[in-house]
């Protein structure tokens, strides 16, 4: 998994482009290349995942990151992150929104933790989304985001299949209707 997702992990981190004061939010981190390359950049990043033998495997990557406490991990599901009202800055998430069973639901979760003009970047293997990435896109905005972007690319390595992204913001004023 490590191997496979590294490329598209830290492409998403790079789209995501953390500052040193951003918090983030990393759903379903896996083995935690991508977190390790968030907390490079930020200072306040939050790992969760409903799997405690993939939150151990985060943690033996990114031991000095947790000991100096720019990473903290903790159980949670992309529809029940555990994470405050508009604590985040920034959420990532890389091939695993095909686990979440209420996408709807996941994405409403992730703007009610984005602050007003927080982005969120996911990424997943362009053939675990079988509806394609317009579905998605209207799902995002269907659940209040704006500013959604979409493309593909094709991570460098063989072993990894093109990869869907999207990156959308949380507006910082509700639409007025």
Same mark, same amino acid.
């Given at each position: *998994?490590?191997?496979?997702? /590294? &490329?598209?992990? %830290? %492409?998403?981190?790079?789209?995501?482009?953390?500052?040193?004061?951003?918090?983030?939010?990393?759903?379903?981190?896996?083995?935690?290349?991508? !977190?390790?390359?968030?907390? %490079?950049?930020s200072a306040h990043v939050v790992g969760i995942d409903p799997s405690a033998l993939i939150l151990a495997m985060a943690r033996r990557r990114c031991t000095a990151l947790v000991a100096r406490g720019r990473l903290r !991990?903790?159980?949670?599901?992309?529809?029940?992150?555990?994470?405050?009202?508009?604590?985040?800055?920034?959420?990532?998430?890389?091939?695993n929104l095909h686990l979440w069973p209420d996408v709807p639901a996941a994405l409403a979760e992730i703007h009610r933790v984005l602050r007003p003009g927080g982005r969120m970047v996911l990424s997943a293997h362009e053939k675990w989304l079988p509806a394609g990435l317009p579905a998605l896109a209207g799902l995002v905005a269907a659940a209040g985001f704006g500013s959604v972007r979409t493309w593909t690319?094709?991570?460098?390595?063989? *072993? /990894?299949?093109? &990869? &869907?992204? !999207?990156?959308?913001v949380r507006p910082a004023h509700p639409a007025h209707g």
């Amino acid at each position: *998994m490590a191997h496979g997702n /590294a &490329a598209t992990e %830290r %492409r998403a981190v790079a789209v995501a482009a953390p500052a040193e004061q951003d918090a983030v939010l990393v759903i379903g981190p896996g083995p935690g290349v991508g !977190l390790e390359a968030a907390a %490079r950049l930020s200072a306040h990043v939050v790992g969760i995942d409903p799997s405690a033998l993939i939150l151990a495997m985060a943690r033996r990557r990114c031991t000095a990151l947790v000991a100096r406490g720019r990473l903290r !991990l903790a159980l949670g599901t992309a529809d029940r992150t555990g994470e405050p009202d508009a604590s985040a800055d920034v959420v990532i998430s890389v091939n695993n929104l095909h686990l979440w069973p209420d996408v709807p639901a996941a994405l409403a979760e992730i703007h009610r933790v984005l602050r007003p003009g927080g982005r969120m970047v996911l990424s997943a293997h362009e053939k675990w989304l079988p509806a394609g990435l317009p579905a998605l896109a209207g799902l995002v905005a269907a659940a209040g985001f704006g500013s959604v972007r979409t493309w593909t690319w094709e991570p460098p390595t063989r *072993m /990894a299949p093109t &990869a &869907a992204q !999207l990156a959308a913001v949380r507006p910082a004023h509700p639409a007025h209707g």
